[in-house]
């Protein structure tokens, strides 16, 4: 039986991760608050602001930038999308 985590993205009870998706304190939290399915999505979105953004990893403030949408995405608030995304319907 595979763990469970409250996942604050989907705001119910869902598979977690099996281990930090990076290290330290954030990953640990990701961890700890985000389900399997809501960081597969994000690594989804998150390469395609990477690709979009044209951002250069190596810059921290790309990074910094990066993990605050990170956040925001989990979170459930205003996060950055790709431009001329429509959402289905």
């Not at 640990?28 to 602001?49: G, P, Y």
């Not at 956040?71 to 790709?82: I, L, R, S, V």
Request: some cysteine; charged content about 30%; glycine content about 4%.
């Amino acid at each position: 039986m595979s763990k469970k985590v409250f996942c604050k993205k989907f705001q119910k009870e869902m598979p977690a991760l099996s281990m930090p998706p990076m290290p330290g304190p954030k990953g640990q939290e990701v961890l700890e608050n985000v389900s399997q399915e809501a960081w597969e999505l994000w690594k989804s979105h998150q390469t395609t602001l990477i690709n979009e953004k044209h951002l250069d990893m190596s810059d921290p403030e790309n990074r910094l930038w990066l993990i605050d949408q990170m956040d925001k995405f989990f979170c459930n608030e205003d996060y950055e999308k790709a431009s001329g995304f429509k959402a289905l319907d």
